[in-house]
C-alpha cells in the first residue's frame, strides 16, 4: 500500500471519508491533517474531500462489526489526542481485519491509546457537571468553559435536561464553539470571538451571595489546598465564580441595560430557539 499523508477539513464527516479514501486507493495514511493547521510533510500528500456518502458508508461498518467501536470512534474524535485521526484510522482498520476480539484487550496497542483518551474525555465531561457556573443575563443563563477535549456534545443532554424550561449558552473557550438552547432545541455552533456581557445589579448580587457562602462553609482549621486541588482541579478555576477576583461581582449595568447575553454580532441570541444547521464544523453526530 501506498503511504500517504492525508489533509482534510476537521469535521467527523471529513475524516471518515479519508478512511474509505484509505481503503478505495489503497493507501496507508501516516498522518492526517486539518487543512487549516497547514502543517508541511515531506510524504507525498492529497487534500480529501468530504463526501456524505462514503462517511455514512464508515459508520454503517463499523457500527455492522461492533457497537462499542462505533462508540468509540463517535468520542475519540472529540478528545485531545494528539494525532487523533492516525489512532482512529488504526482502530478502524484493525476492527475491520481482525473483529472485534481486541476491543476486550484494554492493553492492545490499538485500542489503548483511544479507550484512555476517551476515558479522559468522560472524566472531564463528568467534573464539568458540577463545575459549571451560570450567570443569569435577563432571563438568558451564560457560563463558559475551558476544558482539554470537547465535552459540549456529552453535556448537551445533561443541561438541557436540568433546564429545560430555561434558555442557556454554554461557551468553550478552548475550542470556539458554544452550546445554545431555548424553547427545547440545542445546536452547538462555532463561535470566533466571544466575550461575556458584564453583570448588571442583581446578577453581582448573586455572585457575591455564591462567594459569601463558598467563604462561609468552608472550615479553616481542616484547610487542604492538595485534596481541594485534588477533587477540583486548578485548571477548572478560571471559569467558576468562587475563585474569580473583585471585578467580576462588580455590576457595570442596569437590568434593563442588559438585552443580549454577550453573543457576537450575526449570532442568534439564545432567548430564541435557535434556527436548524450545521452542528459545529468537527462535531462527531
Known sequence: MTEMVYYYDGS???????????????????????????????????????????????????????????????????????????????LVAKLLREGPGFLQNFSDETLHPVAAAVRHLEGEAHLLKGFVRFSD???????????????????????????????????????REALFYAGGRAVIRPLEAFQMAPPDAAEARYRTLWKRFY????????????????????????????????????????PAAVSAPGAPAGIPAPGTPPGSGPSAPGSAP
Not at 462553609?217 to 474569580?244: D, H, L, S, V
Open 12 to 90: 467527523f464527516d471529513g475524516l471518515l471519508s479519508c478512511i474509505f479514501d484509505s481503503y478505495a486507493y489503497r493507501e496507508r495514511p501516516v498522518a492526517i491533517y486539518r487543512e487549516e493547521d497547514g502543517i508541511p510533510t515531506l510524504f507525498a500528500s492529497r487534500t480529501v474531500t468530504t463526501d456524505t456518502a462514503h462517511a455514512r458508508r464508515v459508520l454503517r461498518k463499523v457500527a455492522a462489526c461492533s457497537p462499542a467501536a462505533l462508540e468509540l470512534l463517535h468520542k475519540g474524535f472529540l478528545t485531545c489526542l494528539p494525532d487523533k485521526e492516525v489512532y482512529l484510522y488504526r
Open 137 to 175: 443575563f435577563g432571563g438568558v443563563l451564560g457560563g463558559e468553559i475551558e476544558p482539554k477535549n470537547r465535552v459540549l456534545p456529552l453535556l448537551r443532554a445533561h443541561f438541557c435536561a436540568r433546564y429545560q424550561e430555561e434558555s442557556f449558552f454554554l461557551y468553550d473557550r478552548t475550542h
Open 215 to 254: 467563604d462561609t462553609i468552608a472550615i479553616r482549621e481542616r484547610e487542604n489546598p492538595r485534596c481541594r486541588m485534588t477533587n477540583m482541579p486548578k485548571r477548572y478555576w478560571g471559569t467558576m465564580t468562587e475563585f474569580q477576583g473583585p471585578e467580576h461581582f462588580r455590576a457595570q449595568r442596569s
